[in-house]
């Protein structure tokens, strides 16, 4: 290959790279990940996938909940960008389960006050209001993993926002063990045990 070649061949691979969304190209794996923005949870690793170099939209929050933030991005990348897979994943020992909704509002009021006039999104102020004593549910802190993600995986699936032949998966990565489970199954529940011989 001459250099022109090499270079041109290059300068193509950047193009295509920048262009992707002028093109209506989707990401590589044409996914839309929803999951907790905790630093223990090592998404690319737990997927085997590159989600920061092409191969899927990435979304984070707090406790990786479907949120109506998560429900925007979800509804752009499924309707406008390609998308056509949705994984979630949730995890044990997420700090969204070691606060109680009261205890954290309680803080929350004592340090800014009536949480009620507080807009929740400031670009759209008022537009985007919560009902008067909403802003507990809102935080949406959680008590147990295992329900939350089945719940996640229902709120994507039934909304009318999410096209309906798009895959919903969720999974609870367990910072344990370092692998992932779908929720309500645990093998370590499984094993070492004799009840299933009994049971026979
Ligand atoms: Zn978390």
């Not at 990401?27 to 085997?48: F, K, S």
């Not at 949730?90 to 929350?108: F, I, K, P, W």
Request: glycine share 6%; charged share 25%.
């Amino acid at each position: 290959m001459s250099l022109e070649q090499q270079l041109d061949t290059d300068f193509s691979r950047r193009e295509n790279w920048a262009l992707r969304r002028q093109q209506q190209l989707p990401n590589n794996r044409r996914l839309w990940i929803c999951a907790c923005m905790d630093e223990r949870l090592p998404v690319d690793d737990c997927l085997g996938i590159r989600a920061d170099h092409g191969d899927a939209h990435l979304f984070r929050n707090a406790g990786g909940l479907i949120t109506e933030d998560a429900i925007r991005s979800a509804m752009l990348s499924c309707n406008f960008f390609g998308t056509t897979e949705i994984v979630i994943i949730n995890h044990t020992e997420c700090g969204m389960m070691s606060y109680r909704q009261d205890t954290a509002v309680d803080a929350l009021t004592e340090r800014y006050g009536d949480l009620d006039k507080i807009d929740v999104d400031p670009f759209l102020g008022p537009r985007l209001t919560l009902d008067p004593h909403a802003f507990g549910d809102w935080i949406r802190l959680f008590d147990d993993v295992d329900e939350v993600c089945a719940q996640q995986i229902e709120l994507l699936r039934q909304h009318p926002l999410i096209p309906k032949q798009v895959t919903v998966s969720g999974w609870i990565y367990e910072v344990e063990t370092g692998h992932l489970r779908p929720p309500h199954r645990h093998i370590g529940k499984q094993v070492n045990t004799s009840r299933q011989m009994r049971a026979k």
